[in-house]
């Protein structure tokens, strides 16, 4: 961490070398199965203006996004190689979809329809990939058993639309982070729903392209649904889509972001005192308590009142009283020489203490996901390579550093 050249109040250590070790394992893990980086989300949190360039160079082969802004942020960064929005994108933008040469989802005749008209009327071409929904209740041609033929009707008529090429066909599993005998059953049977739909299409005539159905826990549960890509997720970032044994003895993967706040002030109190909103805490027993210049607006979840805990000086402090929009106290009586600017470790490691990001959504009632996704823009990144920190990036100034 340079001090001069970030704010030193709550930032994010993010490891490049962890991302890169992860792709590495997750590539000799799929074999000749291609890759599509998924950096929805700000690259889930870790900054996808900086991680998914240095994703293609590490070998990506294709980039996952939730819509088109975030489509053009990373075709702004420099980002070359084939990108995949999941969600909607209006019609209205067909323009810059072929303009950028993204990739669109297309989930139901009446929106590829929509998409059609527009490419048309541009005198443009746009890539889509057929959605098919096996199972999951979201977008897609709804491939219920009861549905099944309708919805290859549909995206048949999708494929033959003018404006509109096929490069690619792919679903999304609902359970494939369940390792238990049902989770594993309904997994299956997506894969075969979509298989068949692929089949039915293939049978009429149609490229379905490029197939590809496996996110994080199907890269590392079901090798033989790799099929000809996969889109690797939360572990691309060394974190795993559920703690299950049968899940993270998959594949050793390693935490990219570390997140650190520090010591705004230490304050003696003495027995019965109150600390914070709610009076939610009274101090038993006269107590040390420093305010650590951290809260909800940066992303730590308020459900951490009086459970959480973080590390000073190597030693693990409790969180005490309620966490605040940009402040949490932390009881520090046992640990000796707290001062104003210590670093504190949110999550991440400080000699042999650890706190993961596991253990804060835990506490929180949430998923690691959310934990690293709620990270908020005001909060700066700052990018480790070969132990050094080569780039920071804070949004709050709207500028790179």
Same mark, same amino acid.
């Given at each position: ?13 993010? &490891?490049?070398?962890?991302? %890169?070790?992860? #792709? ?19 690259? +889930? ?17 294709? #980039?996952?996004? &939730?819509?088109?802004?975030?489509? =053009?942020?990373? *075709?702004? &960064? ?43 009327? =541009?005198?443009?071409?746009? $890539? ?9 209740? *979201? ?8 549905? #099944?033929?309708?919805?290859? $009707? ?5 494929? *033959? ?8 066909? #792919? ?29 039915? =299409? ?10 590809? !159905? ?6 590392? !549960? ?17 974190? +795993? ?7 993270? !003895?998959? @594949? ?12 705004? =002030? ?62 949490? @106290? ?19 490691? $400080? ?7 596991? %253990? ?20 700066? *990144? !700052? ?10 990036? $804070? +949004? ?6």
């Amino acid at each position: 961490m340079i001090e001069s050249e970030v704010l030193r109040r709550t930032w994010a250590d993010i &490891s490049l070398d962890a991302i %890169e070790y992860n #792709f590495k394992k997750i590539k000799t893990h799929v074999g000749s199965a291609m890759v599509m980086a998924v950096v929805k989300a700000d690259a +889930y949190g870790h900054g996808d203006r900086m991680t998914a360039p240095f994703l293609e160079e590490a070998g990506a082969d294709w #980039f996952g996004v &939730s819509n088109l802004g975030e489509a =053009l942020g990373i *075709r702004e &960064s420099g980002v070359t190689k084939p990108i995949l929005i999941f969600g909607n994108t209006p019609s209205q933008c067909v323009s810059e979809l072929a303009k950028w040469n993204v990739t669109q989802a297309a989930y139901s005749y009446e929106y590829a329809k929509k998409l059609s008209d527009e490419a048309v009327r =541009l005198g443009v071409t746009v $890539d889509v990939h057929l959605k098919f929904d096996t199972g999951m209740g *979201r977008l897609g041609f709804v491939c219920s058993e009861d549905n #099944f033929d309708l919805a290859i $009707d549909e995206a048949e008529k999708t494929a *033959r639309l003018p404006g509109l090429r096929v490069t690619g066909s #792919f679903t999304h599993f609902a359970s494939a982070d369940e390792p238990d005998e049902d989770g594993v059953a309904y997994t299956k049977m997506q894969f075969s729903r979509f298989c068949r739909a692929c089949d039915a =299409l293939k049978a009429r005539g149609v490229d379905v392209g490029i197939r590809h !159905c496996c996110n994080s826990a199907a890269v590392l !549960c079901f090798p033989e649904m790799h099929l000809d890509m996969v889109r690797p997720g939360i572990i691309l970032y060394g974190l +795993y889509p559920a703690a299950q044994e049968e899940i993270t !003895c998959r @594949m050793k993967l390693k935490p990219a972001m570390e997140l650190r706040t520090v010591v705004s =002030l230490v304050k003696d109190y003495e027995k019965g005192g109150c600390i914070s909103y709610g009076r939610r805490f009274t101090a038993p027993e006269d107590m040390k308590i420093a305010s650590t210049a951290i809260g909800y607006a940066d992303g730590y979840h308020r459900l951490l009142t009086n459970r959480g805990r973080m590390i000073v000086r190597g030693k693990y402090a409790p969180v005490v009283g309620s966490v605040c929009m940009d402040q949490t @106290m932390l009881d520090v009586t046992g640990i000796p020489n707290v001062a104003e600017g210590d670093v504190v470790t949110v999550f991440g490691r $400080d000699g042999d203490a650890v706190v993961s990001a596991d %253990e804060v959504a835990a506490l929180a009632g949430t998923i690691n996901y959310e934990v690293i996704c709620a990270l908020a823009r005001r909060v700066p *990144r !700052c990018y480790y390579l070969r132990g050094e920190n080569i780039h920071n990036f $804070d +949004y709050a100034r709207w500028k790179e550093k």
